[in-house]
């Protein structure tokens, strides 16, 4: 599994090219009615006509695409130039399609990276334990086989036995028992050595319910909160089953996140464009901010100081006079919060959380420092 430091490190050096650089946002989640039939290989080369990538390069991506039957991904992003850079990333979730041939654009890479926190799964009952990892992003080049849903296993290597015979209601399993308890004690500390070197901040224990309750209490106690979720599961259903309530899992406890996330805006933080780009780009005390996916909003920007200019009429920046010009909105909340140092999540879809922020909030809202 590529750590998240060293993907942000690789992303950082895409995007320290001087240019022209290819970077491509390409759509392949097969659940999007529009990519039956992998339509998305004729969008990929109108966009890289249009663009006017070089001949050469555009032929190296489409092999590589074309190759790929099954993606694995939702999205892949891929940046390529003429001196050898080819970088193909598979995300796991769904990014707004685009195509540059020009300055390296890598912000939703970055976007992606931020907003996404890797999650842990342990999944365990009295005889077995596996670990998986599910990361936002993974390089096409990871050495681990990507399976159902993101999700790749870790090996964890207990170096007592597994214990095994003895169900739970087993009257001569006292033995076992007592080493079933011991074998967690291991088992935590393993999953706590994985959990901090995966940078995993949310863990969700998954089996019979009573091993992941006692599972729970033999758990090293800098690991105790990081567990989001408990879920009964049977070991004994196929592997692609038990991955689906994995991420069913995940997708909840994402949705708590951000619900906790309004509600902490609610108690003390801005709403609306206004306050918010206020408080983000010149108070500077913005240190998480929520926006809806879908912002048709745009705003203007000076490319010189790096600043929304909230006066969309302005055409000349007022602190510099220089030309400013209309982007959308969504980009310029990606770079502003990038160099503000500010997490920005995106909400999407239709829930109660997209309904609080397009009514509440106006769309955009932020947590701020005081
Ligand atoms: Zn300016």
């Avoid at 090293?220 to 070991?235: G, I, K, S, T, Y």
């Avoid at 994995?246 to 909840?252: F, H, I, W």
Wanted: proline share 5%; hydrophobic share 35%; charged share 35%.
């Amino acid at each position: 599994m590529a750590r998240a430091q060293d993907l942000r490190q690789a992303i950082t050096s895409v995007a320290s090219r001087p240019g022209p650089v290819l970077s491509a946002y390409l759509s392949v989640n097969a659940d999007i009615p529009e990519n039956q039939g992998r339509t998305y290989l004729v969008r990929l080369r109108d966009a890289l006509n249009d663009e006017g990538v070089p001949e050469e390069l555009q032929q190296r991506v489409r092999e590589y695409t074309e190759d790929e039957t099954h993606p694995g991904a939702r999205t892949l992003a891929i940046f390529a130039d003429e001196d050898g850079l080819f970088e193909i990333y598979r995300l796991q979730v769904d990014v707004s399609e685009s195509f540059r041939w020009g300055d390296p654009y890598v912000a939703p890479l970055m976007l992606v990276l931020d907003e996404y926190e890797p999650y842990g799964a342990a999944v365990l009952d009295a005889e077995r334990f596996r670990y998986f990892v599910v990361s936002p992003l993974s390089s096409a080049h990871g050495e681990e086989e990507m399976k159902a849903n993101g999700f790749s296993e870790v090996d964890v290597h207990p170096s007592e036995p597994y214990p095994r015979g003895g169900t739970d209601f087993d009257a001569e399993s006292r033995r076992t028992e007592a080493h079933v308890h011991s074998f967690y004690k291991e088992l935590g500390e393993l999953t706590r050595d994985v959990t901090f070197r995966e940078g995993v901040r949310r863990l969700i224990l998954a089996g019979p319910r009573e091993r992941t309750a006692e599972f729970r209490r033999t758990l090293p106690n800098e690991l105790q909160d990081r567990v989001v979720a408990e879920e009964h599961v049977d070991l004994g259903s196929p592997e692609g089953e038990i991955l689906d309530r994995l991420e069913a899992v995940r997708e909840r406890a994402e949705h708590e996140r951000k619900k906790e996330l309004l509600d902490e805006i609610r108690e003390s933080g801005v709403r609306g464009l206004d306050e918010t780009v206020v408080a983000l780009q010149e108070e500077n005390r913005v240190y998480h901010l929520a926006a809806l996916w879908e912002l048709e909003a745009e705003i203007r920007w000076c490319d010189n100081d790096q600043l929304a200019i909230r006066e969309i009429t302005g055409e000349e920046c007022p602190c510099c006079g220089q030309k400013t010009r209309v982007r959308p909105l969504t980009d310029v909340l990606v770079d502003l919060a990038a160099a503000r140092g500010a997490r920005l999540d995106f909400v999407l879809g239709e829930d109660e959380n997209t309904d609080t922020l397009r009514d509440e909030f106006g769309g955009i809202a932020g947590l701020t420092r005081f």
